[in-house]
Nanobody
C-alpha cells in the first residue's frame, strides 16, 4: 500500500530554517516525481517545489526560489525540502505528494494522486 509520511515541521522564528522530510513506502520510489505543497488557513493549496523521478529536474514557486531546496535520497525512499530564510507568510501545513512519470514534475496539485497527511510549519517570533 502506497504511503507518504511527512515530518520535520515545527515552530521557527523568522529568518530561521527547517528541513522537511517525506518518507515513502509501498511503491517503486524511483518511478515517481514528488512535490511539496502547502495550505495556509483560508487559502488554497499551492505548489511549493517538486523534483523529477530522476532527481535531475526541480521546480520552485517564485515565492520560495533562492530560499528552499528540494532533494531526494532514493536509497532512503525520502524527499527533503530544506527551507531557509523563513518568513511568516511561509506558515502553512506542508504536504508531500507523488505521481508516476518522468521529466519536468510541475506544481499542479491535481496531477498528483498520492498524498501525505501534512506537517505544520509556523514561522513566528
Amino acid at each position: 500500500q502506497l504511503q507518504l509520511v511527512e515530518s520535520g515541521g515545527g515552530l521557527v522564528q523568522p529568518g530561521g530554517s527547517l528541513r522537511l522530510s517525506c518518507a515513502a513506502s509501498g511503491f517503486i520510489w524511483k518511478s515517481y516525481a514528488v512535490g511539496w505543497f502547502r495550505q495556509a488557513p483560508g487559502k488554497e493549496r499551492e505548489g511549493v517545489s517538486a523534483i523529477s523521478s530522476s532527481g535531475g529536474v526541480a521546480d520552485y514557486a517564485d515565492s520560495v526560489k533562492g530560499r528552499f531546496t528540494i532533494s531526494r535520497d532514493d536509497a532512503k525512499n525520502t524527499v527533503y525540502l530544506q527551507m531557509n530564510s523563513l518568513k511568516p507568510e511561509d506558515t502553512a501545513v506542508y504536504f508531500c505528494a507523488a505521481k508516476i512519470g518522468v521529466g519536468v514534475p510541475g506544481l499542479k496539485s491535481n496531477e498528483y494522486p498520492y498524498w501525505g497527511h501534512g506537517t505544520q510549519v509556523t514561522v513566528s517570533s
